[in-house]
């Protein structure tokens, strides 16, 4: 058997390995800025070289060189080696650390290009060695790593950089055929995004400062772009951030449950304990009251921020999309972090491009999709919990971690969805003409001696009217202000109904009550109706119309036929006799009724 032979060629794999699950250039960047705080860097620059090129016929600026200088501890030459060696490293067997995979460097460098040099120093740049890897060598059969040699910095990165010191290391990308953003410009808008989330809390504590930078081969003593990356944070709980005004240096969120809005689990996982941090955030009333579209600058921003941040090692992992309602606008407005040790990686499934904890989001999808099927079938959370231990699933530890942060949710997103309760400049009639149209129909069925008890109290003095449908009104909730002028304009319009949305502890999706001779109609906005079919209907769909239309649309008919459905089973259930003939006839009743104001509508 020829000893050269080889499970996987060098220059077959090379280029299969390009294809490696980096999300977009800027999260492959972040691999090499990893490096960097795990040596110790205090500032990294990423630098951005363009010129000037013609494609079809065009002529465009095009990056054509990427840099990333740290002024870390630096590399041995030994260690560079490594450094450009698949699997190979320094921390494989660490899980203190954000490295631990040995892949970062090479894989991340050469999903966005085909060369890749580095320079490394621990003693002043005039002892600066160079090592490169090359796909095109590769390719020939040069497979074996080259030794680091002595070599100068390029002049033209000195005169970009001021972050030159004692130590460090500079990497360079070239031969770019790769990279998702041509420009310097959308290539660093979109790493102020993602690298300032990333890294929130290594610049928010000042550990490292990032600063972006662009410039033209042309011209290297001129930057265009040349700014400190400033934290982007999904739970909006830091001060001085990248979020629009007003909330640039205040936070647009509050703790959810104030002081203790950390919640710590203690997770056992190979016979030892580790802890898992869950933070939650929910925006402030006055965010959510100045911008209830989201519409608004810091409402854009905080869209590009939705899902639950997976954090390891203090670096975060990724914006899990599991438990988001993707057609609800209202999902900006809430944070959720979840934080976790390296000691924890087989447990939460951390891919070797520290991109996503995948056995975490199988749990969130599980709850997610199956939970109500799981508790119907009588079984508890603990109980699905052991049956996953029973089977060696080690998913196991996760269930209970999930189920808290969905139950947490649902209590966030009904707080923000009160927020908007009562908070509307004009009444709900105004908008609607269905309140109008009732109005007629009853006047109608009054003349034809049909009579109700809120009649008895049409022919009280205007002024006693109005007071009993204010006073009403402030007891569900609204500010007197309010509550007033609602009443004012029923009263002067001579308006027969009233609308309002309240939470309600009762299991009735709408009470009714007569006062001052209007019927109000309070639709409780924590019933599963409410959400499902008439909140879906009025939410602002400016942005994604097609899209949210469709989705709203869709969950409005379900949440129709839902309602219709479940008083079919409650007249189905009841004993026959009378209270099922009551339940038939009251159906019936209804159903006449019904026809009269649905008709022509």
Same mark, same amino acid.
């Given at each position: 058997?020829?000893?050269?032979?080889?499970?996987?060629?060098?220059?077959?794999?090379?280029?299969?390995?390009?294809?490696?699950?980096?999300?977009?250039?800027?999260?492959?960047?972040?691999?090499?800025?990893?490096?960097?705080?795990?040596?110790?860097?205090?500032? !990294?620059?990423?630098?951005?070289?363009?010129?000037?090129?013609? !494609?079809?016929?065009?002529?465009?600026?095009?990056?054509?060189?990427? +840099?990333?200088?740290?002024?870390?501890?630096?590399?041995?030459?030994?260690?560079?080696?490594?450094?450009?060696?698949?699997?190979?490293?320094?921390?494989?067997?660490?899980?203190?650390?954000?490295? /631990?995979?040995?892949?970062?460097?090479?894989?991340?460098?050469?999903?966005?290009?085909?060369?890749?040099?580095?320079?490394?120093?621990?003693? +002043?740049?005039?002892?600066?060695?160079?090592?490169?890897?090359?796909?095109?060598?590769?390719?020939?059969?040069?497979?074996? %790593?080259?030794?680091?040699?002595?070599?100068?910095?390029?002049?033209?990165?000195?005169?970009?950089?001021?972050?030159?010191?004692?130590? =460090?290391?500079?990497?360079?990308?070239?031969?770019?055929?790769?990279?998702?953003?041509?420009?310097?410009?959308?290539?660093?808008?979109?790493?102020?995004?993602?690298?300032? $989330?990333?890294?929130?809390?290594?610049?928010?504590?000042?550990?490292?400062?990032?600063?972006?930078?662009?410039?033209?081969?042309?011209?290297?003593?001129?930057?265009?772009?040349?700014?400190?990356?400033?934290?982007?944070?999904?739970?909006?709980?830091?001060?001085?951030?990248?979020?629009?005004?007003?909330?640039?240096?205040?936070?647009?969120?509050?703790? *959810? =449950? =104030?002081?203790?809005?950390?919640?710590?689990?203690?997770?056992?996982?190979?016979?030892?304990?580790?802890? !898992?941090?869950?933070?939650?955030?929910?925006?402030?009333?006055?965010?959510?009251?100045?911008?209830?579209?989201?519409?608004?600058?810091?409402?854009?921003?905080?869209?590009?921020?939705?899902?639950?941040?997976?954090?390891?090692?203090?670096?975060?992992?990724?914006?899990?999309?599991?438990? %988001?309602?993707?057609?609800?606008?209202?999902?900006?407005?809430?944070?959720?972090?979840?934080?976790?040790?390296?000691?924890?990686?087989?447990?939460?499934?951390?891919?070797?491009?520290?991109?996503?904890?995948?056995?975490?989001?199988?749990?969130?999808?599980?709850?997610? /999709?199956?939970?109500?099927?799981?508790?119907?079938? @009588?079984?508890?959370?603990? &109980?699905?919990?052991?049956?996953?231990?029973?089977?060696?699933?080690?998913?196991?530890?996760?269930?209970?971690?999930?189920? *808290?942060?969905?139950?947490?949710?649902?209590?966030?997103?009904?707080?923000?969805?009160?927020?908007?309760?009562?908070? /509307?400049?004009?009444?709900?009639?105004?908008?609607?003409?269905?309140?109008?149209?009732?109005?007629?129909?009853?006047?109608?069925?009054?003349? &034809?001696?049909?009579?109700?008890?809120?009649?008895?109290?049409?022919?009280?003095?205007? &002024?006693?009217?109005?007071?009993?449908?204010?006073?009403?009104?402030?007891?569900?909730?609204?500010?007197?202000?309010?509550?007033?002028?609602?009443?004012?304009?029923?009263?002067?319009?001579?308006?027969?109904?009233?609308?309002?949305?309240?939470?309600?502890?009762?299991? #009735?999706?709408?009470? %009714?009550?007569?006062?001052? @001779?209007?019927?109000? %109609?309070?639709?409780?906005? $924590?019933?599963?109706?409410?959400?499902?079919?008439?909140?879906?209907?009025?939410?602002?769909?400016?942005?994604?119309?097609?899209?949210?239309?469709?989705? /709203?649309?869709?969950?409005?008919?379900?949440?129709?036929?839902?309602?219709?459905?479940?008083?079919?089973?409650?007249?189905?259930?009841?004993?026959?006799?009378?209270?099922?003939?009551? #339940?038939?006839?009251?159906?019936?009743?209804?159903?006449?009724?019904?026809?009269? *104001?649905?008709?022509?509508?």
């Amino acid at each position: 058997m020829n000893n050269e032979e080889t499970y996987v060629p060098a220059h077959l794999a090379i280029e299969a390995m390009r294809d490696n699950g980096y999300k977009n250039t800027a999260y492959a960047i972040a691999e090499l800025i990893d490096n960097s705080i795990e040596a110790d860097a205090s500032k !990294v620059e990423l630098m951005c070289a363009e010129q000037e090129e013609v !494609v079809r016929k065009r002529k465009m600026t095009r990056i054509c060189k990427i +840099g990333l200088l740290d002024n870390g501890e630096g590399m041995s030459p030994e260690v560079m080696k490594m450094a450009l060696q698949f699997g190979n490293g320094t921390r494989l067997l660490q899980r203190s650390g954000i490295g /631990r995979f040995g892949m970062g460097l090479p894989a991340s460098s050469i999903s966005q290009c085909r060369r890749v040099d580095m320079w490394s120093w621990q003693n +002043g740049l005039d002892n600066a060695y160079h090592i490169f890897l090359d796909i095109d060598k590769v390719k020939r059969g040069e497979s074996t %790593v080259p030794e680091p040699r002595k070599a100068p910095i390029p002049e033209m990165w000195k005169k970009i950089s001021g972050a030159f010191g004692e130590t =460090g290391t500079l990497v360079v990308w070239s031969n770019l055929d790769r990279l998702m953003w041509s420009k310097a410009s959308t290539l660093i808008d979109n790493s102020e995004s993602v690298v300032g $989330r990333l890294y929130r809390k290594f610049l928010d504590r000042g550990k490292t400062q990032i600063i972006l930078k662009a410039f033209s081969m042309d011209d290297v003593n001129t930057l265009s772009i040349n700014k400190r990356l400033l934290p982007n944070d999904p739970i909006y709980l830091m001060g001085k951030t990248n979020c629009p005004e007003p909330y640039h240096d205040t936070p647009m969120f509050e703790p *959810f =449950g =104030g002081e203790h809005y950390e919640t710590k689990f203690t997770i056992n996982f190979e016979e030892q304990e580790h802890e !898992v941090i869950v933070r939650l955030s929910y925006a402030k009333e006055s965010a959510r009251q100045n911008d209830l579209s989201g519409s608004s600058a810091y409402g854009k921003h905080a869209k590009n921020n939705i899902g639950i941040s997976i954090v390891r090692a203090g670096r975060e992992l990724d914006l899990d999309q599991s438990f %988001v309602v993707q057609y609800d606008p209202r999902e900006r407005w809430w944070g959720v972090e979840v934080e976790f040790p390296p000691s924890l990686d087989d447990l939460m499934g951390v891919t070797n491009n520290k991109q996503t904890a995948r056995y975490f989001k199988d749990i969130a999808d599980i709850l997610e /999709r199956d939970l109500e099927k799981l508790l119907k079938s @009588g079984k508890t959370i603990n &109980q699905v919990k052991t049956e996953l231990q029973d089977e060696g699933d080690p998913r196991a530890p996760l269930i209970e971690l999930s189920f *808290f942060i969905k139950n947490q949710l649902q209590i966030m997103r009904n707080l923000i969805r009160e927020q908007g309760i009562g908070k /509307r400049t004009k009444p709900r009639y105004d908008e609607d003409n269905a309140v109008r149209k009732a109005t007629q129909i009853t006047g109608e069925r009054i003349s &034809q001696g049909w009579h109700g008890t809120s009649d008895e109290d049409q022919d009280k003095p205007y &002024q006693v009217k109005e007071e009993e449908i204010a006073e009403e009104l402030v007891e569900t909730g609204y500010d007197e202000e309010e509550a007033r002028k609602l009443a004012a304009s029923t009263i002067s319009q001579n308006l027969k109904y009233i609308f309002i949305e309240t939470p309600l502890e009762a299991d #009735a999706f709408f009470t %009714v009550r007569p006062r001052g @001779g209007a019927i109000k %109609v309070a639709l409780n906005t $924590r019933h599963p109706a409410y959400e499902n079919l008439v909140e879906v209907l009025e939410e602002d769909v400016s942005e994604n119309a097609n899209k949210s239309i469709e989705e /709203r649309l869709r969950k409005a008919s379900d949440g129709l036929k839902l309602l219709l459905m479940a008083w079919a089973r409650y007249e189905d259930e009841l004993p026959d006799g009378e209270l099922k003939d009551g #339940a038939q006839n009251a159906r019936n009743d209804w159903g006449r009724i019904a026809k009269s *104001f649905l008709k022509n509508s």
